[in-house]
């Protein structure tokens, strides 16, 4: 089945403790994305890549860090988590040499900060 | 600055009902626009991509129209189901792919017994 697998799914954490959301894909896409959604914000870009070894920041890139070593996994780290980093991440995966695309989503990691 | 608005931001209607969300734009160049489904705590789901050579795409009971001249889409939702109930978001996208895509905040559409 193809999937777009993220973990973990819920995660309480307290300021400074680094931590990763995994995020892997099984269509052999070679873009890969993460968001976060806030409410009454919406989806926000945080990075995406267009391959491996390819990463670029979105819109509210601070405080994250990325790397896409292989074309399946797409990590999102947090090195030092704050509390304003408290919110739902969506990861996402596509076909970039498709002009329109379907963009797959993860179920989402759900995270709080304390 | 690109920005997609959608409205209204919050709809209830009854089962059976039609109704039409709206998304207006001002992302420059423009090459697509897409609708998702979002069911409460999970990822969005596709449901529909349009070009602006496409004026009207349907999908089952959803359809989409789009006016690439005055920037507007909206989704028709035609015979709602509770299963309907979700928030719609409308994102459009500036250049081909999908590092330029610009996220509405999306419609919460409640469907009612």
């Known amino acids: 089945e193809a999937q777009v697998t993220q973990n973990p799914r819920y995660l309480i954490t307290v300021t400074g403790k680094k931590l990763t959301v995994t995020c892997s894909q099984n269509?052999?896409?070679?873009?890969m994305s993460w968001y976060r959604q806030d409410p009454g914000l919406g989806l926000r870009q945080i990075y995406y890549s267009m391959n491996v070894e390819v990463t670029d920041k979105g819109d509210v890139p601070e405080g994250y860090k990325v790397s896409r070593k292989e074309k399946r996994n797409f990590p999102l780290i947090l090195e030092s988590p704050s509390p304003n980093q408290t919110s739902l991440y969506f990861c996402?995966?596509?076909?970039?040499?498709?002009?329109?695309?379907?963009?797959?989503f993860g179920e989402g990691s759900r995270l709080t900060v304390l | 600055k690109n920005q997609v608005e959608q409205s209204p931001q919050s709809l209830i209607i009854l089962e059976g009902k039609n109704c039409t969300l709206q998304?207006?734009?001002?992302?420059?160049?423009?090459?697509?626009l897409r609708w998702y489904k979002q069911d409460t705590g999970r990822g969005p789901v596709s449901l529909t991509i349009m070009t602006f050579s496409e004026n009207t795409k349907s999908n089952r009971r959803y359809t989409a129209t789009l006016d690439a001249d005055t920037k507007q889409s909206s989704l028709h939702i035609t015979a709602s189901q509770l299963s309907d109930s979700a928030s719609y978001i409308c994102v459009v996208s500036a250049r081909s792919g999908y590092s330029t895509l610009t996220f509405g905040k999306g419609t919460m559409l409640l469907v009612s017994p």
């Open positions: 269509m052999n896409h070679e873009y």
């Open positions: 996402a995966s596509g076909r970039a040499s498709s002009l329109t695309g379907e963009l797959f």
């Open positions: 998304c207006n734009y001002t992302v420059s160049p423009f090459s697509n």
